[in-house]
T-cell receptor, first 113, second 117 residues
């Protein structure tokens, strides 16, 4: 059982480049989310989705786009990378019942130079 | 808006000491869920405990215990007889149950716990 799979694990981008962080889950979870983790800031919610075709902004959405065409996949797109987007990114999924914990991917360490 | 505050940025203890990690939350939802996660130096997020807003029964599990108090909006986590392997960043998180908060899991800033031998 793979759980939540994020790719890549590490990435270095130049300012202005675009890229997509991939996230896939095989647990048939309705909820999926993207977080960024910065020192002293905890995990901050970027975008989230409550089901296929439905996405919404979190606390820090600027500079990021998402889509949810299937239940399994929730990619995060950086259209024009900036040094401020250097961070560790986590994808999470959970079932619709709010009482259940979220399952996290292993994280992607992104550096924008 | 929902908010989670972990006022303790870093805590350092000597092995075998007890340590309590504080968590204060804000939500207008009447039904909500609280969680604690651990992030060891390897970086993955490990789920520890969850509590429903309608279940104020506190619990002890081995060296871990949790104190949930709705009256003070707190969900504190205690490690008894700490060990070096407990060294990690600990996160408190909140998920509301209203239509506007469904699907949103909000985290605190995290508390870094260092247990010295």
């Amino acid at each position: 059982n793979a759980g939540v799979t994020q790719t890549p694990k590490f990435q270095v981008l130049k300012t202005g480049q675009s890229m997509t962080l991939q996230c896939a889950q095989d647990m048939n979870h309705e909820y999926m989310s993207w977080y960024r983790q910065d020192p002293g800031m905890g995990l901050r919610l970027i975008h989230y989705s409550v089901g296929a075709g439905i996405t919404d902004q979190g606390e820090v959405p600027n500079g990021y786009n998402v889509s949810r065409s299937t239940t399994e996949d929730f990619p995060l797109r950086l259209l024009s990378a900036a040094p401020s987007q250097t961070s560790v990114y986590f994808c999470a999924s959970s079932p619709m019942t709010g009482r259940t914990e979220a399952f996290f991917g292993q994280g992607t360490r992104l550096t924008v130079v | 808006a929902q908010k989670v505050t972990q006022a303790q940025t870093e805590i350092s203890v000597v092995e075998k000491e007890d340590v309590t990690l504080d968590c204060v939350y804000e939500t207008r939802d009447t039904t909500y869920y609280l969680f604690w996660y651990k992030q060891p130096p390897s970086g993955e997020l490990v789920f520890l405990i969850r509590r429903n807003s309608f279940d104020e029964q506190n619990e002890i599990s081995g060296r871990y215990s949790w104190n949930f108090q709705k009256s003070t909006s707190s969900f504190n986590f205690t490690i008894t007889a700490s060990q070096v392997v407990d060294s990690a960043v600990y996160f408190c998180a909140l998920r509301g149950h209203s239509s506007s908060n469904t699907g949103k899991l909000i985290f605190g800033q995290g508390t870094t716990l260092q247990v010295k031998p």
